[in-house]
């Protein structure tokens, strides 16, 4: 070996195929319980819960292990009303003329529209960059590797974990999403990649009805 490894030792138990079966049913019904929610309670969710998920988002795999993101967590509620105000901006720009028919249409059982007043009921907002080249210690660039990739596997750990404790999120994407940068002062090798409110859902929240797809529809077997 070239390098120094050490022995891997997994913080689990294996498991026997018929444990396996039951445990694997098990989580996926509990993972198709997980909804993007657009209704969110204001109670309060703790420093502390955001640090974690953040550092199990961190903990993703990543190209060359650079992980190349940085996340802004905000519960200031002057921020998130700035938010909150140059999202509906370019929202409503998007929903009157920016979207065409058919992205329109494919919306409607959403029924979204403009306004995003779950940016300030949230407790907090998650708002996830992308480092398109690493800053080096003198300000000279250095490549990240299959950036999108990487931030993408780590909003899935970050939205999962939210899941696990029984907090709820929306991936939602504003476009386009500069304004992110310069309300949040970002350095210029980061980009907005995806803005998450975090909280509780709110008590009278209400989900669209749609289904996932089934294994025949997403699954191609080779045996
Ligand atoms: N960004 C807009 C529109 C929107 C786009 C998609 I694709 C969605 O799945 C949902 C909404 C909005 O947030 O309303």
């Given at each position: ?28 019904s ?6 993007s ?6 109670d ?34 002057k ?5 909150r105000?140059a ?14 028919k ?29 480092e ?12 990240n590797?299959?950036?999108?990739e ?35 002062n ?38």
């Amino acid at each position: 070996m070239s390098n120094k490894h050490f022995k891997f030792q997994q913080n689990v138990q294996s498991f026997t195929s018929v444990d396996l079966i039951k445990k694997s049913k098990n989580l996926l019904s509990d993972k198709l319980t997980r909804r993007s929610l657009r209704f969110f309670s204001d109670d309060a969710v703790p420093k502390e819960v955001i640090e974690n998920i953040l550092l199990i988002a961190s903990s993703a795999p990543s190209g060359a292990n650079k992980q190349p993101w940085n996340f802004c967590a905000i519960s200031n509620a002057k921020l998130k009303a700035e938010i909150r105000k140059a999202a509906e901006e370019e929202e409503y720009e998007s929903y009157h003329g920016r979207m065409n028919k058919e992205w329109l249409e494919d919306l409607k059982k959403f029924d979204t529209n403009w306004q995003k007043p779950f940016l300030e009921t949230a407790p907090w907002i998650i708002v996830v960059f992308k480092e398109i080249y690493e800053m080096g210690a003198e300000g000279e660039k250095k490549q990240n590797y299959y950036v999108n990739e990487s931030v993408g596997i780590a909003c899935g750990f970050l939205i999962n974990a939210i899941h696990e404790l029984g907090l709820v999120t929306l991936t939602h994407t504003p476009s386009p999403m500069n304004f992110l940068s310069e309300i949040l002062n970002r350095p210029k090798n980061e980009r907005p990649f995806l803005l998450l409110p975090v909280g509780y859902p709110a008590a009278d929240a209400t989900v669209p009805d749609i289904k996932k797809k089934t294994s025949e529809e997403v699954i191609n077997w080779f045996e």
